[in-house]
């Protein structure tokens, strides 16, 4: 991503009592927070609608190592594999206060507002949250996941 270079404003533009204008307009506005368009970002809480519906592509499936997980901030995601190779996924919003879960290690997806850990089926292993990661079902489309509708697995 090409990066703009922040110039000053003239002297008249200032003198004219534009001064918070041509700061916005000659540096542009504040970078988005991470996480995409949508806003997400681990140990934030989502709030409101999340990205992405049926037909969704995530990203290639294998991405998604064997026994951990990659958490797809831009959609709120998190998609785990077995050490068998089943591929699941699951609401990246941890249930206890609406944050996005920030990473899988050790077999474990992590909230980091508060410690909340689950395992590959999205199960609780340690709260605070007292229920499991919802399902956001996946399947696999020449070679890339997608989100899939209610009720089907890949």
């Keep these: 991503m090409a990066h703009e270079r922040c110039t000053r404003p003239d002297r008249r533009a200032v003198l ?8 916005t307009a ?8 991470s ?7 681990p140990g934030r809480p989502v709030g409101g609608a999340v990205a992405g519906g049926p037909g969704t592509v995530l990203g290639p499936a294998d ?24 591929l699941r996924g699951f609401s990246a919003v941890c249930p206890h206060d609406g944050c996005l879960v920030g990473e899988v290690t050790d077999a474990a ?6 410690g909340s850990r689950f395992d590959l089926d999205g199960a609780v292993t340690r ?27 890949g």
């Design 16 to 23: 004219a009592g534009g001064v918070l204008a041509s700061l």
């Design 26 to 33: 000659a540096c542009g506005p504040a970078a988005p927070p």
């Design 35 to 41: 996480g995409g368009s949508a806003g997400f970002a």
């Design 63 to 86: 991405a998604v190592p064997r026994g951990g997980g990659v958490v797809y901030e831009r959609f709120a995601v998190v998609v785990t594999r077995s050490t068998a190779g089943d």
């Design 109 to 114: 997806i992590v909230c980091p507002c508060h």
């Design 127 to 153: 709260g605070p949250a007292l229920g499991p990661l919802a399902a956001r079902p996946v399947r696999v489309d020449r070679g890339q996941l997608v989100l899939d509708e209610a009720g089907r697995t």
